[in-house]
Structures are given as C-alpha cells and as structure tokens.
C-alpha cells in the first residue's frame, strides 16, 4: 500500500550498531505500529503509538524504542542491533473512527540482516 | 495468553477448486476479526472482516465464517486462482489498545 511506506526496504548491519527504521504515511491515520515477523511465528507487537508523542510496548520491545514526532511518522530505533533481531518489520496504520476501524493498513516492509 | 492459532502451515488446491482456511482463537472476548493476504515481499493485505455479532459475510469471491462457540473462524475462497497463492493471517482484536493477535499464517499454493 502506497499510502504507507518504509524505509529503508533492506538494511545490513553489524552487531552493536545502533540503526532507524522510518515509516511515513499518507493516510491521515492517528494510531500507528511496528510489527516484526519471524519465519514460523507471525507478526509480533513491538510499540504502538495512538497520537503524537504518545508511545506505548508490546509484546516484544526490549531492545528497540520508537519516536513518534510527527502524526504522519514512526520511527523504530534498535539501540544495539543483535543478530536474532534479523527479521522483517512492517509498520501498519488504523484509523481512530469509521467503517472498519479496527482495520490496519500494512507499508511493505524492510528486511533487516544483523550479522 | 491470547492467541490467535491457524490449524494447518501449508494447503495446496487445484486451480478453480475451493480453499478453505481455518482458524483458531483463544479470547472469548474479541469481538473483531480480519484475514489478511501477504504475498512474497510485500506487506500484509487486508481481505475481509467480520464482527462477533455475525456469522457469516462474504466479499467478492471470499467468505468469512465466525464460530463464536468454538472460537473458530475460516476464510473460504471460491474458484481459487494462481493469483490466491499467499501466505494467509487471521488476526483477532486483542481488545486492548487496539492491537490485533496474529496467527502464524497458511501458506496457500495453487496448482495449475
């Protein structure tokens, strides 16, 4: 989807090194979130953010932090990359009201490689 | 905890056949359901979805079936095409803040 984006889309880094993963949408979403998947596991919560500034964990957020500045942005930050956070990442965007609300809409993606 | 489980990781159909592709839920208190599409390198598409409060609701080739006393749900595809072939999510509203459980996904292969 279009509307949401991911940057970088790859990304290999070496252990200890502190990277940023962007997401910007389009969509005029307030409540934004960063998800990884792992091969046998699913999409699993890291942080959520339901308006600017406001910043919440999931279920797997030791080892990363997240900055929300800015309504249409959500940063994810790993502060010391490890290699079993080599995974992939998706942002996903929801709409506070209307049809469908609880739907969140996915960016594409961005494959991290830690090694 | 929640959880949000799919029963088989892999279903392969005949092109034209029917697919089905169930699913397993733990919170008798979800109330909101969606079955998501991912296709290879992409992020995770939105099909269907369905409330506690029907059964059944159908899409243009798709229909979603909610089982509420067996914490059951299934995706039906009709007429199933190559371009079906995906990984398939069911997520369930945590109720929570908004967050959606994940299942792990059925990858589904269609065979010409």
């Known amino acids: 989807d279009a509307d949401v984006t991911q940057t970088p889309r790859n990304r290999i880094t070496k252990t200890g090194k502190r990277i940023m993963l962007e997401c910007s949408q389009t969509?005029?979403?307030?409540?934004m979130y960063w998800y990884r998947q792992d091969p046998g596991l699913g999409l699993r919560l890291i942080y959520y953010?339901?308006?600017?500034?406001?910043?919440n964990k999931g279920e797997i957020s030791d080892g990363y932090s997240v900055s929300r500045q800015a309504q249409a942005k959500f940063s994810l930050s790993l502060e010391s990359a490890i290699p079993n956070q080599t995974a992939l990442y998706f942002c996903?965007?929801?709409?506070?009201?209307?049809?469908?609300?609880?739907?969140?809409?996915f960016g594409p993606g961005t494959r991290l490689l830690v090694l | 905890g929640e959880s949000v489980g799919l029963h088989l990781p892999t279903l392969s159909v005949q092109e034209g056949d029917n697919s089905i592709i169930n699913c397993a839920y733990s919170?008798?208190?979800?109330?909101?359901f969606i079955w998501y599409k991912q296709e290879s390198g992409k992020g995770p598409q939105f099909i269907i979805d369905?409330?506690?409060?029907?059964d059944k609701r159908q899409g243009q080739r798709v229909t979603v079936l909610l089982n509420k006393t067996v914490k059951h749900l299934s995706l039906q595809i009709a007429a199933t095409q190559p371009g079906d072939s995906a990984v398939y999510f069911c997520?369930?509203?945590?109720?929570?803040?908004?967050?959606?459980?994940f299942g792990q996904g059925t990858e589904l292969s269609v065979k010409p």
């Open positions: 996903a965007t929801r709409p506070t009201v209307g049809v469908s609300q609880e739907t969140q809409y």
């Open positions: 969509k005029g979403h307030d409540r």
């Open positions: 953010s339901f308006d600017v500034k406001d910043i």
């Open positions: 919170n008798s208190a979800s109330d909101y």
């Open positions: 369905i409330r506690s409060n029907m």
């Open positions: 997520a369930g509203d945590g109720n929570q803040g908004g967050k959606l459980i």
